[in-house]
């Protein structure tokens, strides 16, 4: 046992609880540190093994510990997450955004004018009425519930909603199953809440049959998964993946089961539904940044009635509606022909920009395959953090893989998500053939 952790005392679950959160905030206790175990903390105290149980159990769900099981229970770890978007790169370009183009958004200009009219006061509906019936027509066709049935739920975009459903259906150290390498406001809100993440493995079909198996004979309470463009690999589930996933979900209809299909209007790929009909506790969120602008804060979340309820009494009016006229900006967008036309136009030529990319590092013998969504995920046979470094004194600032592993691993990543699709020509050639010969200097 460490000197520092000789110092916690305590006599009841809630002393001892205090007397470690102390220690952990006075710097006695530093983050990743191991406390004693449960036994051998018991026996310090004199108090009973039960009395040690349920003091890291408080404190875990207070997000002072981590348990990992036979590995122990550690003083919880306080590392930033990466974020999406431009990084600080300086001279160098930025080809690891995954922004989208702004010159393929709509202009809201038209939309702001009609937005405006009469006053939206407390009391009246969360969902305005011409957005309400637009968003029906989104989402009845893909989840399993009559149309005149079917509960929907406003939040201020899709992590919003995410993050919602997951408070409502865990607790701090419940279990959910992620994508692993994962979008990294996954990761993000599940460090904020306190659940461990259960990585599940995709690959190029989406996340995989047997990940999902093995995360569900561990316990998760909830999954989370993107059925198109997942981020950053580009995957979108097959139609033969998405039946087998269904079949197995079938056995566990209980556990929460969330599809962020965040890319929607902009996927050039069909979308195949992982939630059976008979499954009791399910969410689809899609929402309208990506396509109509990042600033664009909303979505739209379709789900079970039970799910329903509950997010409906997080969002009351005058507490934490989204805004009528972000409403009425976001319904006059998606009912222009002209935006709906940029849109399309969008869709087509991130896809044509991914694939000529690949194409060109396939050229050079570097074999890529483009999938769906705003980025292209590149396999390397060499150590991404070494190509990084490489091209960044070439003047590229690109993102590796690391950054959206679930587990923190001494194994590198081999892959480079890159944002290609705002390269000209000859810039788009100038970088193909650096990231190629990074890899064989690297090699």
């Not at 027509?137 to 997951?166: F, N």
């Not at 561990?218 to 079949?247: D, F, H, K, W, Y």
Request: charged share 25%; with cysteine.
């Amino acid at each position: 046992m460490g000197t520092e952790a000789a110092l916690i005392t305590g006599g009841t679950a809630a002393e001892i609880a205090d007397s470690v959160r102390g220690l952990v905030e006075r710097g006695h206790l530093s983050p990743g540190e191991v406390l004693p175990p449960v036994r051998a903390l018991a026996e310090q105290l004199g108090v009973n093994r039960n009395t040690a149980v349920a003091a890291y159990r408080v404190l875990a769900r207070s997000g002072v510990v981590v348990s990992q099981g036979r590995a122990g229970t550690r003083v919880a770890r306080r590392s930033r997450v990466p974020q999406e978007g431009f990084a600080a790169a300086g001279s160098l370009r930025d080809v690891g955004t995954g922004n989208p183009d702004p010159r393929l958004i709509p202009d809201l200009g038209p939309a702001l004018a009609a937005a405006a009219g009469r006053h939206v006061l407390y009391g009246e509906p969360t969902i305005d009425r011409d957005l309400l019936a637009w968003a029906r027509e989104w989402m009845a066709p893909d989840v399993p519930a009559d149309a005149d049935e079917l509960r929907l739920t406003l939040t201020s975009g899709a992590v919003d909603a995410v993050e919602r459903l997951l408070a409502q259906a865990l607790l701090r150290d419940d279990t959910v199953a992620l994508e692993d390498p994962c979008f990294l406001a996954s990761i993000h809100l599940a460090q904020l809440g306190g659940y461990r993440a259960v990585p599940v493995p995709v690959d190029a079909e989406g996340m995989t049959v047997d990940g999902l198996r093995r995360a569900l004979e561990q316990g998760v309470r909830a999954v989370v998964c993107t059925p198109r463009a997942q981020n950053p690999t580009g995957a979108s589930l097959s139609a033969g993946r998405a039946e087998a996933l269904r079949a197995l979900l079938a056995e566990h209809p209980y556990v929460l089961v969330v599809q962020d299909d965040y890319f929607s209007y902009l996927s050039r790929r069909p979308f195949h539904s992982i939630i059976g009909p008979e499954h009791q506790r399910w969410a689809l969120v899609r929402s309208v940044s990506k396509f109509a602008g990042p600033d664009m804060c909303l979505a739209v979340t379709a789900c079970d009635a039970d799910t329903a309820s509950r997010l409906e009494m997080r969002l009351s009016p005058g507490t934490t509606w989204v805004s009528h006229l972000l409403q009425r900006i976001t319904h006059s967008v998606m009912t222009d022909e002209a935006a709906l036309a940029l849109i399309d136009r969008a869709s087509s030529h991130y896809a044509q920009r991914n694939a000529a990319f690949a194409a060109l590092l396939t050229e050079r013998g570097l074999a890529t395959a483009a999938g769906d969504g705003m980025s292209l995920w590149v396999g390397l046979p060499v150590a991404a953090r070494e190509v990084a470094e490489r091209l960044t004194r070439r003047g590229w600032l690109v993102r590796t893989g690391d950054d959206f592993r679930l587990e923190e691993t001494d194994e590198p990543s081999h892959h480079l998500r890159l944002t290609v699709h705002d390269l000209d020509d000859e810039d788009a050639a100038t970088l193909a053939t650096d990231i190629v010969a990074a890899v064989h200097e690297t090699g």
